[in-house]
């Protein structure tokens, strides 16, 4: 699931992230890439405290509801619409079965040994990176 975020940037200040249906739920950086990152990371919490509180998750709201909504409109001046996506860490792992070019596979160990990761580890981190992007 993505969820829609407002990215604003301020003169000489960082970026910040908003959820329109996550209200209070934010997020900043020093770069976009940043702001990002700390947004899923941010948007992952929230929805795990509101979980906790046995509270309800809303469904992601289309771009162009969020666009149409009146209630959001000063919340949307100067801001830019991406979407962020909802990575919940359960707390287990699963296993999968993959297939891989043995050339890849070799170097994803590689990486991994060099990182001091397991392979399984690697490739959550690596997964978890390009869906943040």
Do not use: Q
């Amino acid at each position: 699931m993505r969820y829609v975020a407002m990215v604003h940037k301020e003169e000489d200040t960082g970026y910040g992230v908003s959820f329109p249906d996550f209200p209070g739920c934010i997020a900043a950086g020093d770069t976009l890439t940043e702001a990002l990152v700390d947004a899923a990371n941010a948007l992952a919490f929230h929805v795990a405290g509101m979980r906790e509180d046995d509270g309800p998750i809303p469904a992601p709201r289309e771009l162009d509801e969020i666009v149409a909504d009146p209630e959001l409109a000063e919340d949307r001046e100067g801001a830019f619409l991406t979407l962020v996506p909802l990575i919940e860490d359960r707390g287990v792992s699963k296993r999968v079965n993959i297939s891989l070019d043995p050339g890849l596979l070799e170097a994803i160990d590689e990486a991994a040994k060099d990182r001091g990761m397991t392979r399984s580890n690697f490739l959550a981190s690596a997964a978890r990176r390009v869906l943040v992007d």
